[in-house]
């Protein structure tokens, strides 16, 4: 009774892959539904004057809403789960054993897990075959709506990067003829796409599978896409007004760097490739050292862009974080020397030490239990870089040679751990070095700096004319005054330690000030 | 990551060892760059001119007439040795100066005013009963604190942007702890000299990042714990413009598209910090006598209607102590330009014996530049003597 009610049940669940193929097959249906009102909508009211450029939100029920954001949250769940899995086994080698036991044993819970990590492997697979990310990414900036795609079943028409790129440049001729609208999704919906590639950047185990996002052309255009595109669509639909729109813009910001910093901490010397581009080189200038360092670097680029100091404080100290990290990977000293060897003692102490703390711990975890879907690291503001967390426990019975072979090893978010061949490091060190970008980084510093002269004065003005009109005052009323002022003066003073700590992590090339 | 340390203590420990052993280190060239930027936008502009404008801009100096019209009881004095038309040529013949406004900077310790400010403060041993004479005398040659009452002074001026730049001071000394830039916002407040603020050398220079040792290439980076001499080591390379194992000679004319830097204070103050020496430093190369240091040591001296400012004053000096720890040359090369102390000890001696022989001129001429340094050495000093013996203490058991 029990085993029949149960293989009802799984039958009722759809798996995994199956799961995923609905899931993306029903945004493409909600895109085409989308686009089709869109353009019902446009051509009745087209006796009326509309804008033909900017950036617009294209109308959107809220029931449709909510279910595009289900779905790509859903759709980055699944492949986090799928592939992280998919690599736990691979790793630790049940897949072979699997292979070769289950034609002796045949038993059905073998096959069942066999089943199984072929499902969450489809699933991987699935994702790149159809560029799930580059739909994704579509949807964020915007492309998805804008420009006419082929919205057929998912199944039978393939929405491939090559597709997608060959339908874009046959619309390339016909979009200068249209009007140049750009129709973006309604904030919500960005808000999770952004998040989702950032759970997907973050969590994926396999370098193999790092690779493919990263050197997804995608990914790049996500970098470079302005934010301000959402300001004027805000704008153009006069709801810039409420407050509410505000915050979800800044709720993007927030997720959007939080997406840049996934990137830079997955930065090292496997995957440095795909975030600098070196300028076409003849060959003879190849070994010209000083003209190889010219690259062009659009992640430090774009994080400088959030380093101004009227951005939100959160975003701004991540943008600083984003950019020092990236600094940092210059300065780290790569040659063996005494000193070094005196570190990797200490580390090797620090090491064993925390291996004894948590042996009893690690004893206690099942090493090839699957991961779940609730440790999946949601890229919310408050877990990102959680990778170093999770390597060093999952890792806890390593030796210091475990831990250098981290060092090399596939990216793991572990910044600390990079070292880069010489020739990158410098490359990166005349990056931002360049007096331009080293301007864009320092100055929003010594801004804010003198603006908080600029309120310390206008404070202690306050407080000498409170001097000066005591008497004619009530002394209550002067006292009360007093302490408003003067806590006022403290925070003020708070905040320009707070800035001066900015600029020693900037001359130290290290993030302290967090812990400050 | 950030966040993660603090969930695990073990990741947080980790984390401290690298940020201890490994990263205080800096790139060198985006800490020149970073510190010119801040001396130039907001050292300069934001702690040391106010300073200097105030002291300006006080009544007792008697160019702003604008200060006057509430109080036109207060006589200014008459004259005083302004000793910033005799040292810099630059200055124009209206009294224009550095800081913009029309009036002109008076030294604030003159020589006699200050033998007699410091024979009134009790400092040279006997109580000086100062007779009409000698008042009329102090008029002309600068204000002091006997002539005239805070009432006059601290109501009529706004003392806010002062008191912000010293809060603003304090607060800089207190929490930097790049010693670089430390001994660079130290020399360009306490140093006797300081750099023109036009017509001075510019360096410009591409962004060098990499120097050459042993055959081999390498990163040129900062390491925080810098004590003076190994400061002063490196500014040999940044004041030339041109490291001598540096491949920025590579660059050849087509690479003009390369962005340059630009350095102005920054190489005149390593100047003065390498060459603190007299027979290098002359007031027309560059240099002139520095105005942000009179302006503290009045502060300090609490003269020139600047006693609201002494207290802190005394905490800016404090922490400029705190920041260098102390160190010996620091001090001596900050403080008192080079062989400071040399000079200084060169002149108790003599003061001693000129005591023994019962006159007390223990000044020389101040036309003489070994001597201007040396009489800076004095004068730095005596105000600290002189906030000290003035200070009193409070029910806490601090001075103030």
Excluded at chain 1, 145 to 171: C, G, H, I, Q, R
Excluded at chain 1, 293 to 318: G, N
Excluded at chain 2, 285 to 301: F, V
Aim: charged fraction near 25%; hydrophobic fraction near 35%.
């Amino acid at each position: 009774m029990f085993y029949s009610r149960r293989k009802q049940l799984q039958k009722a669940s759809p798996t995994p892959i199956e799961e995923f193929r609905a899931a993306v097959s029903r945004i493409h249906a909600l895109l085409k539904s989308t686009k089709a009102s869109y353009e019902a909508t446009r051509s009745e009211s087209s006796k009326t004057p509309n804008p033909t450029t900017g950036a617009r939100f294209i109308p959107m029920a809220s029931a449709i809403e909510e279910e595009f954001i289900e779905l790509i949250r859903r759709i980055s769940e699944l492949v986090v789960t799928g592939e992280r899995y998919a690599a736990n086994h691979w790793n630790s080698g049940v897949f072979e054993k699997i292979s070769a036991d289950s034609a002796k044993k045949n038993g059905d819970q073998d096959q069942q897990d066999k089943e199984k990590l072929q499902n969450h492997l489809a699933v991987f697979e699935y994702f790149c075959e159809r560029n799930v990310l580059g739909l994704i990414v579509n949807i964020i900036t915007g492309v998805a709506f804008s420009k006419p795609m082929d919205f057929n079943d998912a199944d039978t028409v393939s929405t491939s990067s090559s597709k997608l790129s060959e339908l874009s440049d046959m619309d390339e001729n016909k979009k200068e003829e249209e009007d140049e609208i750009l129709l973006l999704p309604p904030l919500s919906i960005a808000t999770q796409g952004v998040q989702s590639v950032s759970i997907l950047i973050q969590n994926v185990s396999r370098a193999t599978s790092l690779y493919f996002l990263l050197s997804n052309q995608r990914i790049n255009e996500l970098i470079d896409f302005q934010l301000d595109q959402y300001l004027d669509a805000m704008r153009s639909s006069q709801k810039n007004q409420t407050s509410s729109s505000s915050a979800e813009m800044a709720e993007l910001d927030t997720y959007f760097i939080t997406f840049l910093k996934s990137l830079a901490m997955r930065m090292n010397a496997e995957t440095l490739q795909f975030f600098l581009r070196y300028p076409d080189t003849d060959l003879e200038k190849k070994n010209d050292l000083v003209r190889n360092l010219e690259v062009e670097f659009p992640l430090y680029a774009r994080t400088l862009q959030f380093c101004s100091p009227y951005q939100d404080s959160f975003v701004r100290i991540t943008a600083m974080n984003i950019c020092l990290n990236t600094i940092r990977l210059s300065t780290v000293i790569t040659n063996p020397s005494d000193e070094e060897n005196d570190e990797k003692e200490a580390l090797d102490h620090l090491t064993t030490f925390q291996n004894e703390e948590t042996k009893d711990d690690s004893d206690n975890n099942d090493e090839s239990e699957s991961p779940k879907e609730n440790d999946i690291k949601e890229s919310t503001p408050d877990n990102t870089g959680t990778d170093k967390e999770n390597a060093e426990r999952t890792s806890p019975t390593q030796s210091s040679s475990k831990l250098d072979k981290i060092k090399y090893s596939s990216p793991d978010g572990t910044l600390v751990n990079v070292d880069l061949p010489t020739r990158e490091r410098l490359a990166i060190a005349h990056h931002v070095c360049t007096p331009s970008r080293v301007q864009a980084f320092a100055s929003p510093i010594f801004i804010k700096l003198t603006h908080l002269c600029g309120d310390l004065i206008e404070a202690l003005h306050d407080l000498n004319d409170l001097d000066i009109e005591i008497g004619e005052q009530d002394e209550k009323d002067n006292n009360t005054q007093r302490k408003k002022i003067t806590s006022f003066i403290e925070s003020i003073v708070a905040d320009l330690q707070n800035e001066l700590m900015f600029l020693d992590d900037l001359l130290e090339v290290c993030m302290c000030v967090v812990y400050k | 990551m950030v966040r993660n340390e603090h969930s695990n203590p073990y990741a947080f420990l980790f984390y401290l060892y690298l940020n201890v052993f490994v990263l205080k280190v800096g790139l060198t060239s985006l800490n020149e760059q970073t510190v010119e930027m801040m001396l130039a936008t907001f050292i300069y502009p934001s702690i040391l001119q106010p300073l200097k404008v105030h002291l300006q801009r006080h009544p007792y100096n008697g160019k702003d007439e604008c200060f006057y019209h509430e109080s036109k009881n207060i006589v200014p004095p008459a004259s005083s040795i302004e000793s910033e038309t005799e040292s810099n040529p630059n200055a124009n013949e209206k009294g224009a100066n550095d800081g913009g406004t029309t009036s002109k900077v008076i030294f604030p310790f003159p020589f006699k005013g200050l033998s007699k400010s410091l024979a009134q403060s009790g400092l040279l041993g006997d109580v000086v009963v100062v007779d009409s004479e000698e008042n009329v005398e102090d008029e002309k040659d600068a204000a002091s604190p006997q002539t005239f009452s805070k009432e006059h002074s601290d109501i009529i001026m706004d003392n806010s942007p002062p008191k912000a730049a010293l809060i603003a001071l304090i607060t800089v000394l207190f929490t930097l702890k790049n010693r670089r830039v430390i001994y660079f916002v130290l020399t360009a407040l306490f140093h006797p000299l300081a750099p023109n603020s036009s017509g001075g050398s510019i360096l410009k220079q591409k962004p060098n990042v990499m120097k050459i040792e042993n055959k081999e290439v390498c990163i040129q980076v900062d390491h925080s714990e810098l004590d003076i001499g190994k400061l002063q080591d490196l500014l040999t390379s940044f004041m030339d413009g041109v490291g001598n194992n540096s491949p920025r000679n590579d660059f050849k004319e087509n690479d003009k598209k390369q962005e340059e830097c630009i350095f102005s204070l920054s190489p005149t103050l390593a100047k003065m910090l390498k060459h603190g020496d007299k027979s290098k430093v002359q007031t027309g190369s560059g240099l002139r006598k520095n105005p942000y240091r009179e302006a503290l040591l009045s502060c300090l001296n609490g003269n020139s209607g600047m006693l609201s400012l002494r207290k802190l004053a005394v905490f800016a000096v404090d922490a400029a102590m705190l920041a260098i720890d102390g160190e010996r040359d620091a001090i001596n090369t900050i403080f008192f330009g080079e062989n400071g102390v040399k000079n200084i000890e060169a002149s108790t001696g003599k003061e001693d014996q000129s005591s023994l022989d019962g006159k007390t001129d223990i000044f020389l001429s101040e036309n003489d530049v070994s001597v201007y340094l040396n009489t800076k050495s004095i004068e730095f000093i005596s105000s600290l003597c002189s906030s000290l013996t003035t200070a009193s203490v409070c029910s806490t058991g601090k001075f103030l």
